[in-house]
């Protein structure tokens, strides 16, 4: 290995390393600079202009999001991961060779649609390609890569905590990130540097404050119920329901808004949930207890059925009529109007209902464990302060 445990040990303990890190205006890469910050480690984001605001401001700005507004423990050098030497002159990437300790790889594009394959394979691949070239040719001697428990692909049962390599998957991000993976694995073997590789499940807000900065995934099929529900109450107080009434809504009797949509699911499905509090806290855990590397399941050990959150969504936005069904069901009695409209905003998120495969975290637990880290179980209470920031930020439309 480029360095001992005992260097590691000594330089992280006064947060002497010099941390690169890729995706830190993203939810999850932001989330870990601020954590990294707070234990004193100096950053350098890779960030790139947007719209009007750039590199430096959006990585301040984010920062003030978090409550860190006049931390400068920091630097931001402008670039893109997909682009040769990461779309760096010489300077820079000369900087980084000679000062990152460590790299913190959370750039990734989360495209499910096989129409943003280039796009997926471009960030996913190829940029943590560049990310490794740089690991490669720096003094670095420890990579950090967010990965996704759902690298695993099409398998049923249980999946461990190893690279298992795989050729089935549901979408392009699960194919393009378990491709990274066997980059990131080659390379680092290869080159002696120590690696961790990070397999948060599907991961929602703050399980304290509900806070977000994406809503996606968990939050898909919750939006698009919000947003008909609202469509059909505006129906009904402009024009007496008529629209309303051809999908089969209706108003009841106790002011619910009664919607026919039955969601498909197969035996034993669930769905594996993981505040992103808990993700932060289980990978400054693991970074600060496993110095010989490893792949890490950051599951959920009380996996949310379709029932409850069903139920959690009917209780929120006070409607009634959702129903869990079978596939097979819809064979027998095809979707209604209403069901078509509701899953041409869901479809991409499909094998979610349909997922029964169980994430071994036997390597974790131990670390966890030792540290008192529990991934809280996603109840009626966290639901709600998570949709409720959702739609205090417009679905996020309304970020600052």
Same mark, same amino acid.
């Given at each position: 290995?480029?360095?001992?445990?005992?260097?590691?040990?000594?330089?992280? +303990?006064?947060?002497?390393?010099?941390?690169?890190?890729?995706?830190? =205006?993203?939810?999850?890469?932001?989330?870990?600079?601020? #954590?990294?910050? +707070?234990?004193?480690?100096?950053?350098?984001?890779?960030?790139?202009? +947007?719209?009007?605001?750039?590199?430096?401001?959006?990585?301040?700005?984010?920062?003030?999001?978090?409550?860190?507004?006049?931390?400068?423990?920091?630097?931001?050098?402008?670039?893109?991961?997909?682009?040769?030497?990461?779309?760096?002159?010489?300077? #820079?990437? =000369?900087?980084?060779?000679?000062?990152?300790?460590?790299?913190?790889?959370? /750039?990734?594009? =989360?495209?499910?649609?096989?129409?943003?394959?280039?796009?997926?394979?471009?960030?996913?691949?190829?940029?943590?390609?560049?990310?490794? !070239?740089?690991? %490669?040719?720096?003094?670095?001697?420890?990579?950090?890569?967010?990965?996704?428990?759902?690298?695993?692909?099409? %398998?049923?049962?249980?999946?461990?905590?190893?690279?298992?390599?795989?050729?089935?998957?549901?979408? %392009?991000?699960?194919?393009?990130?378990?491709?990274?993976?066997?980059?990131?694995?080659?390379?680092?073997?290869?080159?002696?540097?120590?690696?961790?590789?990070?397999?948060?499940?599907?991961?929602?807000?703050?399980?304290?404050?509900? +806070?977000?900065?994406?809503? !996606?995934?968990?939050?898909?099929?919750?939006? /698009?119920?919000?947003?008909?529900?609202?469509?059909?109450?505006?129906?009904?107080?402009?024009?007496?329901?008529?629209?309303?009434?051809?999908?089969?809504?209706?108003?009841?009797?106790?002011?619910?808004?009664?919607?026919?949509?039955?969601?498909?699911?197969?035996?034993?499905?669930?769905?594996?949930? %993981?505040?992103?509090?808990?993700?932060?806290?289980?990978?400054? /855990?693991?970074?600060?207890?496993?110095?010989?590397?490893?792949?890490?399941?950051?599951?959920?050990?009380?996996?949310?059925?379709?029932?409850?959150?069903?139920?959690?969504?009917?209780?929120?936005?006070?409607?009634?009529?959702? !129903?869990?069904?079978?596939?097979?069901?819809?064979?027998?009695?095809?979707?209604?109007?209403?069901?078509?409209? &509701?899953?041409? &905003?869901?479809?991409?998120?499909?094998?979610?209902?349909?997922?029964?495969?169980?994430?071994?975290?036997?390597?974790?637990?131990?670390?966890?464990?030792?540290?008192?880290?529990?991934?809280?179980?996603?109840?009626?209470?966290?639901?709600?302060?998570?949709?409720?920031?959702?739609?205090?930020?417009?679905?996020?439309?309304?970020?600052?």
């Amino acid at each position: 290995m480029r360095r001992s445990v005992d260097y590691i040990v000594e330089k992280r +303990k006064n947060a002497e390393s010099v941390i690169f890190l890729t995706g830190g =205006t993203g939810f999850m890469g932001s989330n870990i600079a601020v #954590a990294l910050l +707070k234990k004193g480690y100096f950053i350098i984001f890779l960030c790139r202009p +947007k719209h009007d605001l750039g590199a430096y401001e959006r990585v301040q700005k984010l920062l003030e999001w978090h409550g860190l507004p006049y931390n400068t423990n920091f630097k931001v050098v402008s670039g893109q991961v997909y682009e040769p030497r990461l779309g760096l002159d010489d300077e #820079a990437y =000369t900087y980084l060779l000679e000062n990152v300790d460590e790299i913190w790889h959370c /750039a990734a594009d =989360t495209s499910f649609p096989e129409r943003k394959r280039k796009q997926a394979e471009r960030v996913n691949v190829q940029g943590t390609l560049n990310v490794l !070239k740089l690991a %490669v040719e720096s003094k670095c001697y420890f990579f950090h890569h967010m990965s996704s428990a759902y690298v695993a692909g099409k %398998v049923r049962g249980r999946c461990l905590e190893e690279y298992v390599p795989q050729r089935q998957f549901y979408n %392009v991000y699960e194919e393009t990130k378990h491709i990274a993976e066997s980059h990131v694995l080659e390379n680092c073997g290869r080159e002696k540097i120590r690696v961790n590789i990070y397999r948060p499940s599907i991961i929602y807000g703050d399980s304290r404050t509900g +806070k977000s900065l994406s809503f !996606k995934a968990f939050y898909v099929p919750f939006r /698009a119920g919000h947003y008909l529900k609202k469509l059909f109450e505006r129906d009904i107080e402009e024009n007496k329901g008529l629209q309303t009434e051809k999908m089969g809504v209706r108003k009841t009797d106790d002011g619910k808004i009664y919607m026919p949509i039955r969601i498909g699911k197969i035996d034993g499905s669930s769905f594996n949930l %993981v505040p992103i509090d808990f993700t932060v806290d289980g990978c400054m /855990a693991i970074m600060e207890n496993y110095f010989d590397g490893g792949i890490f399941h950051l599951v959920s050990r009380k996996p949310n059925t379709l029932d409850e959150l069903i139920l959690f969504g009917e209780k929120f936005f006070n409607a009634t009529g959702y !129903k869990s069904v079978l596939a097979e069901d819809f064979v027998h009695k095809p979707r209604n109007a209403l069901e078509i409209l &509701f899953d041409s &905003f869901i479809n991409i998120y499909e094998p979610n209902f349909h997922d029964d495969r169980i994430f071994d975290d036997t390597k974790t637990r131990e670390v966890l464990d030792r540290n008192n880290i529990t991934c809280p179980y996603l109840d009626y209470e966290i639901f709600s302060k998570c949709i409720k920031y959702a739609i205090e930020v417009d679905w996020g439309r309304a970020l600052p």
